[in-house]
């Protein structure tokens, strides 16, 4: 399952990635907003989206604003959840391979909706390495996020 938020600046966006996500049948929920709205604050949706990516193991989510930085910090506020903001193919893979990254942030304004599909893509594509030195660095993180 995908869960998708974002705020008013990623809103159209999320709507291009919710119909390819239906197009090729992968399983998505899409959070909010539901209407274009500039009052839309991130927080609200991408928290949503990082809660409902921690208690559903094995979920993805995607968050989307205007450039996705703040989208990954309110992201990364929820426990077990690893947001990562990619702007290229490279930080895609690296964010899934070594980090296992849960959630990717992208932003709405100053790339093409045909590039954040493909960074997505890419993202959904690879999986996590499981290589030791990752792991160790994964789990001191996890170790912290229980203090």
């Known amino acids: ?3 998708l938020g974002s705020d008013h600046a990623g809103f159209n966006l999320k709507r291009r990635i919710a ?10 929920t899409d959070v909010g907003p539901f209407a274009l709205d500039p009052e839309d604050d991130y927080p609200d949706y991408c928290i949503a989206v990082a809660e409902a990516v921690s208690r559903h193991k094995g979920s993805k989510g995607v968050v989307i604003g205007g450039s996705g930085i703040g989208e990954a ?13 990619v702007y290229d193919t ?5 964010s899934r391979e070594h980090n296992d990254a849960n959630v990717i942030a992208l932003r709405g304004r100053g790339v093409t909706p045909a590039t954040s ?5 890419v993202w959904l594509a690879t999986r996590f390495s499981g290589g030791a030195r990752h792991v160790r660095r994964i789990n001191k993180i996890t170790r912290y996020e229980r203090r």
Do not use: C, D, E, Q
């Open 19 to 28: 119909a390819s996500l239906a197009k090729t049948h992968v399983p998505y």
């Open 117 to 121: 599909l493909r960074l997505l893509k």
């Open 90 to 94: 490279f930080t895609a893979k690296k």
């Open 1 to 3: 399952m995908i869960y």
């Open 73 to 85: 910090i309110a992201a990364n506020k929820v426990k077990g959840v690893r947001a990562a903001l």
